[in-house]
């Protein structure tokens, strides 16, 4: 169940990229910090990301429910041996994870936490201002950032893997203007300078003030995080 379309051309890794610069430019520009490999890894997770988000916008708890078990079964597909449902992402998931088989645990747990936040929605009638169901939507950003190391580094340690969950989670939570935003986004930034530079275009999309002006001054925000090494 998805909003993607299928035409019978199935969409190219340039046609993807294209999608991901038009409705997610930051994570983009982040992404090109990557090699080419992991960076179609990352646009293709994003793009996954951002049909999973669609299921906390449906008319009833219950459709979003529906969409989220398809990309659960899909993603089973595409983890497995056999053939894959003819859906554009789909079908370039399992191009760019081809090889990656751990993927799938932590590609299934971010479904898995968009199902948690939808369980609130199905029995509170839609989202609920609260610590415990704006934990669940924290939650869903740690995964993501969790899945994106990942698809950066194989090899990344629990520690680094922390590191990045906390840092998804504490910018969200400062989004979201939560009493202890701005401490605990300032602690997963100190945190952040112990993490290897192949797992920085994972984070290098984040930062704790307003978007830069113009496409220039957001990319020479974005160099100057690569080269201090901070967010």
Do not use: C
């Not at 659960?72 to 041996?81: D, K, N, S």
């Not at 760019?96 to 088989?101: D, I, K, L, S």
Request: net charge positive; no cysteine.
């Amino acid at each position: 169940m998805s909003d993607t379309s299928n035409p019978p051309k199935l969409a190219s890794a340039a046609e993807f990229d294209a999608r991901l610069k038009r409705t997610d430019e930051e994570r983009w520009l982040a992404s090109r910090y990557s090699p080419a490999p992991d960076r179609e890894r990352l646009v293709a997770i994003y793009l996954l990301n951002q049909e999973l988000q669609r299921a906390l916008h449906t008319k009833e708890p219950m459709l979003g429910k529906i969409r989220l078990q398809w990309w659960r079964e899909t993603l089973e597909q595409v983890a497995g041996a056999g053939p894959v449902r003819r859906h554009d992402l789909a079908e370039e998931l399992a191009r760019v994870t081809a090889g990656r088989p751990d993927l799938q645990v932590a590609t299934l747990t971010l479904v898995d936490r968009y199902d948690d936040v939808l369980d609130d929605h199905f029995h509170a009638g839609g989202h609920q201002p609260g610590v415990d169901h704006e934990a669940r939507h924290l939650a869903v950003e740690g995964a993501l950032m969790k899945l994106a190391s990942l698809a950066l580094h194989a090899n990344a340690t629990p520690e680094q893997l922390a590191i990045l969950a906390s840092l998804g989670e504490a910018r969200l939570a400062l989004s979201a203007e939560l009493p202890d935003a701005v401490a605990r986004w300032a602690s997963a930034r100190k945190a952040a300078r112990k993490l290897p530079a192949n797992l920085w275009p994972a984070i290098l999309h984040l930062r704790d003030s307003v978007r830069p002006a113009g496409p220039l001054a957001l990319r020479g925000q974005m160099f100057w995080r690569v080269i201090t090494r901070r967010l």
